[in-house]
C-alpha cells in the first residue's frame, strides 16, 4: 500500500473518525463537568543547603553541584517519604476529630469498619503520634484501625496522589541546584488542601531535624573513631622510626653516610698512594740487584740476612706494627702516636741488626758493594713497610663495604617509616579537621536551617479548568488512533482489492473489474438512486473492457476459471454476453457442471447439450446454436467434473461445433477449489479469463491450483475482478461525478 493510497482511505473514513472523535470530545466533556472544582495550597520552604556549602566551603563558585543536587533530591524523597506523608494524614485526621468533625470517609466506612468508632480511632491516632519517633503501636488491635485508615482520604496512597514536591531555580548552566522548594496540594476543600500542607511542612522540618542531629551525631562518633585510628597508628609508626634508629646506631644518616663514602674515597686513595710505592720499590730493588750482579755479588750473598731469625723476626713485627698503625691513623686512634713509635724504635731497631750483617761481610766485599747491598736491604724494609700499609687499607675496605651496604638498606627502611609516618601525620591532621567540621554541624544542626518563606494559604480560587485541553486531547487523540487503526488494518489486509495488488499476486494482468453491488432493476432517487445508476455504469464499463480485451485476443473459446466459491463467475459471463450481443456478435454459453437454473441466465434461451451415449462419439450436426443471438447449453450435473460427464474428445467436438456456429463461445466452469472442471477444460480453449474476487486473499491451496491453470492453459487473457468497493474501481475508472446534496 502506497501513501496515496492510504490518504485517500482515510478521506473516505474521515466522517467516520470525525463522528468518532466528537463522540470522545463529548464523553471527555461530560466527565469533566461532574467533577468538582480542584484547590490547590502551596508552601515555599528555604532549605539552606547552598548557604551551609558556602559557609563551610567558604567561596560560591567551588559549590559542589552534585553533593548539593543529592541533599535537594534526599529532601525531596524524604518530603514524599511514606513516614512524612502518613504522620500529616493523621494528624490532620487527629485535628478534626479533636473538633468533632468526622471525615466522610469514615463516616462511609463499610458496616463493621473500625473507622465507625470515632473514640477509638482518635486515642489510637494520639498513640500512633505519640510514638512516632518508633513508629510502634502499643494497643495490638490499632492494626486494623490503621490498615483502614491507610485506605481513607488521609492515607498514604490517597495524599501521596495530590502532593506535588518540585525544585524552585533548579540547575542551570549558570549556577548551581535551587536552594527553595515548593510542596503543594491538591483538594476538592480549601481547607483542606492548606491544613496538609501546613502539617506536611511542619512534621518534614521535625523529622529532617531529628535525622540531621542523628546524621551529625554519627558523623562526627565516626569521625571521633577514625581521629583516634590515625592517632594511635602515627604513634606506632613514631615509636618504631624511634626504635629502628637505636637499633642501627642513626643519628643522622646523610652525614653517616658521607662519612662512610669519604673513608672509601680515602681508603681508595692510600692503596693506590701504596701500590705506587710499591712499584716504585720493586723497580728500585731490580735495579740495585742488577748493580751488585754487575758488582760481583752473589745472590746468597744478597739473601745473607734471610738467614738471621731475628732479622725475620724483626721484619714481620714491622709489618705488624705497620698495619696497626695504618688502622689506628685510618680511625684517628689515640694510640696513633705510641704505634708511630714502635714502627719507628722497631726500624731503627732492624736497621742497626742490618747495618751489623753487612759490616760482617765487608771482609768478602768492597765499600762499594757494601754501600749497594745496605741500599738493597733498605729498599726491601721500606718494600715491606709499603705492603703492610696496602694491606692494612684492603682490609679496612673490605669493613667498610658491608657497612655500606647496611646503611644502604637501612636508608630505605628509613625513608619508608619516614613516609609512612608523614602519611600517618597527613591523616590524623586531615582527621582532625574533619572531626572539627563535624562537631561544627552537630552544633548547627540542632536547630535545623529549613524555613517555611510562604506558609500555605486557604486558596480563595479554583485551579483553572483544564476542561478545553482535555476536550482537544481526546479528540485529536481518537482522531489519530483511528487512523493508527486504519493503518495498520491495511497494513494487514491481504485481500486482493486493488488492482496493483492483483497483478503483483497472480501475476497476470487485469482485464477489467466489477463493482461490489450489483444494479437493481426499478428507479430510486436521490442517493440510492445515483448509487444504483452508478453501479450500472461501472458494470457496462466493465463488461466493454472485457468485451475489448476479447475481440482484440481474436480468439473463439474463453474459459472463465476462478478459483474460490461464490466469485461472480456467472454474472461476469452474463455481463460480457450482453455487451457482445449490443456489439453484434453471436455468442455460445457452455455452463459446465451447474443446475440449469442459474439466476444469472435468466431470460436467456437455454438447450441441453447432444452428449453421446457412452461408447459413441459426439456428432457435430447435433449440435445447434442461435445464429442470431444467444444460446446457453448445459452440460452435465450439478457437482460432477467435465470428464465425468463426458470425455475429452466430445469435449473438444463440442466446442469446436459451437465455435463454427457463434462468432464467441464462453465457458463458464465450477470453481477450481473443489472442482477440476477448468483444469480438465483449460488445454481445449484459445484462451482462460480467471475470475477473483477482491475481497478476499489467496490461500497456499488457491496459489497452487493458479500455478497449474497457467500452466496447462494454452495463454490467459487476464483476471477479472469482481466485487471491488467504489474507491478502488476508481484507479481503473476514473472517479465519478457525485450529485449535488
Not at 560560591?60 to 535537594?72: E, I
Not at 686512634?333 to 731503627?348: F, G, I, T
Request: charged share 25%.
Amino acid at each position: 500500500m502506497d501513501i496515496q493510497t492510504f490518504l485517500r482511505q482515510v478521506l473516505r473514513q474521515t466522517p467516520f473518525l470525525a463522528l468518532v472523535s466528537l463522540i470522545a470530545a463529548l464523553i471527555v466533556v461530560g466527565y469533566t463537568w461532574t467533577q468538582p472544582d480542584k484547590y490547590v495550597s502551596a508552601a515555599v520552604l528555604h532549605t539552606g543547603i547552598i548557604t551551609g556549602e558556602a559557609v563551610e566551603l567558604g567561596d560560591d563558585s567551588r559549590l559542589d553541584r552534585l553533593s548539593v543536587t543529592a541533599q535537594v533530591k534526599n529532601m525531596t524523597e524524604m518530603l514524599e517519604s511514606r513516614r512524612v506523608i502518613t504522620e500529616a494524614g493523621l494528624r490532620v485526621l487527629h485535628g478534626r476529630l479533636m473538633q468533632g468533625d468526622v471525615p466522610r470517609f469514615m463516616r462511609s466506612a463499610p458496616v463493621g469498619s473500625p473507622l465507625h468508632d470515632a473514640d477509638r480511632v482518635l486515642a489510637i491516632v494520639e498513640s500512633y503520634l505519640d510514638s512516632a519517633q518508633t513508629f510502634t503501636v502499643p494497643d495490638p488491635a490499632a492494626d486494623s484501625v490503621l490498615m483502614a485508615f491507610e485506605e481513607g482520604a488521609y492515607g498514604y496512597k490517597a495524599l501521596s496522589r495530590h502532593l506535588t514536591v518540585e525544585e524552585l531555580g533548579g540547575p542551570s548552566a549558570t549556577g548551581p541546584a535551587g536552594d527553595l522548594l515548593r510542596v503543594s496540594f491538591e483538594s476538592s476543600d480549601p481547607r483542606e488542601a492548606a491544613a496538609i500542607v501546613r502539617t506536611v511542612t511542619e512534621v518534614f522540618r521535625t523529622a529532617y531535624g531529628s535525622w540531621q542531629a542523628e546524621e551529625a551525631r554519627a558523623s562526627r562518633e565516626f569521625f571521633e573513631r577514625q581521629t583516634e585510628q590515625s592517632r594511635v597508628l602515627m604513634q606506632e609508626l613514631e615509636d618504631q622510626l624511634e626504635q629502628f634508629k637505636i637499633d642501627n646506631r642513626i643519628v643522622n644518616l646523610g652525614e653517616q653516610t658521607s662519612a662512610l663514602l669519604g673513608q672509601q674515597e680515602r681508603l681508595q686513595e692510600l692503596m693506590q698512594q701504596q701500590s705506587q710505592i710499591i712499584e716504585a720499590r720493586r723497580a728500585a730493588v731490580a735495579r740495585t740487584d742488577a748493580l751488585l750482579a754487575d758488582a760481583g755479588v752473589r745472590a746468597d750473598q744478597m739473601e745473607q740476612w734471610r738467614v738471621s731469625s731475628e732479622v725475620v723476626s724483626s721484619e714481620n713485627r714491622l709489618q705488624d706494627l705497620q698495619r696497626a698503625l695504618t688502622r689506628a691513623q685510618l680511625a684517628g686512634a689515640r694510640e696513633a702516636p705510641l704505634l708511630l713509635d714502635s714502627v719507628q724504635a722497631m726500624r731503627r731497631k732492624l736497621d742497626t741488626r742490618l747495618g751489623e750483617l753487612v759490616v760482617g761481610t765487608q771482609a768478602n766485599l768492597n765499600q762499594s758493594q757494601a754501600d749497594l747491598l745496605r741500599r738493597r736491604y733498605d729498599l726491601l724494609i721500606e718494600l715491606d713497610i709499603a705492603r703492610a700499609t696496602r694491606q692494612a687499607a684492603m682490609d679496612e675496605l673490605q669493613a667498610v663495604s658491608p657497612r655500606m651496604a647496611d646503611v644502604a638498606r637501612g636508608g630505605a627502611r628509613l625513608a619508608r617509616l619516614e613516609r609512612e609516618l608523614r602519611l600517618a601525620e597527613q591523616q590524623y591532621t586531615s582527621m582532625l579537621a574533619k572531626l572539627s567540621l563535624a562537631r561544627s554541624y552537630e552544633s548547627r544542626a540542632a536547630s535545623t536551617n529549613i524555613r517555611v518563606i510562604e506558609p500555605a494559604r486557604v486558596p480563595l480560587e479554583p485551579e483553572p479548568s483544564k476542561r478545553g485541553l482535555l476536550v482537544a486531547l481526546a479528540a485529536v487523540g481518537t482522531f489519530l488512533a483511528g487512523v493508527v487503526v486504519l493503518l495498520g488494518l491495511e497494513y494487514f489486509d491481504t485481500t486482493l482489492k486493488t488492482p496493483r495488488r492483483i497483478e503483483r499476486t497472480l501475476g497476470v494482468p487485469l482485464v477489467t473489474a466489477y463493482p461490489l453491488l450489483q444494479p437493481k432493476s426499478g428507479k430510486a432517487r436521490g442517493r440510492k438512486g445515483w448509487h444504483a445508476e452508478l453501479a450500472r455504469v461501472r458494470f457496462v464499463a466493465a463488461a466493454r473492457g472485457l468485451r475489448q480485451a476479447i475481440v482484440d485476443a481474436k480468439g473463439s473459446t474463453y474459459l472463465f476459471a476462478s478459483l474460490t466459491r461464490h466469485a461472480g463467475t456467472s454474472t461476469a459471463v452474463r455481463w460480457t454476453v450482453d455487451s457482445l450481443v449490443q456489439a453484434h456478435r453471436t455468442v455460445a454459453v457452455v455452463v459446465f457442471c451447474r443446475a440449469a437454473d442459474d439466476p444469472a441466465y435468466a431470460g436467456l434461451p437455454h438447450v441441453e447439450a447432444p452428449m453421446p451415449e457412452p461408447g459413441h462419439r459426439l456428432q457435430p450436426e447435433a449440435v445447434h446454436a442461435d445464429p442470431a443471438g444467444v444460446t446457453v447449453m448445459h452440460v452435465g450435473d450439478a457437482g460432477a467434473t467435465a470428464l465425468e460427464c463426458s470425455t475429452e474428445a466430445d469435449i473438444r467436438a463440442l466446442l469446436h461445433a459451437l465455435a463454427h456456429q457463434a462468432n464467441i463461445v464462453l465457458i463458464d466452469a465450477p470453481a477450481l477449489l473443489g472442482n477440476t472442471t477448468a483444469l480438465e477444460i483449460a488445454p481445449l480453449v484459445d484462451h482462460v479469463i480467471i475470475v477473483q474476487p477482491a475481497d478476499r486473499s489467496l490461500s497456499p491451496a488457491q496459489e497452487r491450483l493458479l500455478r497449474r491453470l497457467r500452466k496447462q492453459a494454452p495463454a490467459v487473457l487476464g483476471v477479472v475482478s469482481t466485487m471491488v468497493r467504489e474507491e478502488h474501481l476508481e484507479e481503473i475508472f476514473g472517479a465519478a461525478k457525485r450529485p449535488q446534496s
